[in-house]
């Protein structure tokens, strides 16, 4: 019904910059929210940053000042630009939407997950 194509991760240097995209596709009604999500080895799955369709944003403490979520609704796409990155930045990164579909109740939110894309940092 969904799905989420994910791109621009990739090998970096300690204070370096990416910038990764999902672009949502499908029977989409109405995104309500979209955000990330990274997974380091040996560690929990955690929200880094999200957006909901108002524009407010929500960081988690540890990339305030150094990450930004913005979207684009024509394109239905979301984009994390992530500078000044560190070693612990390194994870998987999955990209989250809760949407509403077509034919469906307004208040009917699915979710859906990105496949995730590798963001290694190191010199």
């Known amino acids: 019904q969904v799905q989420l194509v994910e791109s621009g991760g990739g090998l970096v240097q300690p204070g370096g910059s990416l910038r990764l995209s999902c672009a949502a596709s499908g029977s989409i009604f109405s995104i309500h929210d979209m955000g990330w999500y990274r997974q380091a080895p040996g560690k929990q799955r955690e929200l880094v940053a999200s957006?909901?369709?108002?524009?407010?944003?929500t960081y988690a403490d540890s990339v305030k000042g150094r990450f930004t979520i913005s979207k684009d609704n024509a394109k239905n796409t979301v984009y994390l630009q992530m500078n000044g990155l560190k070693p612990e930045d390194t994870a998987v990164y999955y990209c989250?939407?809760?949407?509403?579909?077509?034919?469906?109740?307004?208040?009917?939110?699915?979710?859906?997950w990105g496949q995730g894309t590798q963001v290694t940092v190191s010199s």
């Open positions: 957006i909901v369709s108002s524009g407010s944003t």
């Open positions: 989250n939407t809760g949407v509403s579909l077509y034919g469906g109740r307004p208040n009917d939110r699915r979710r859906y």
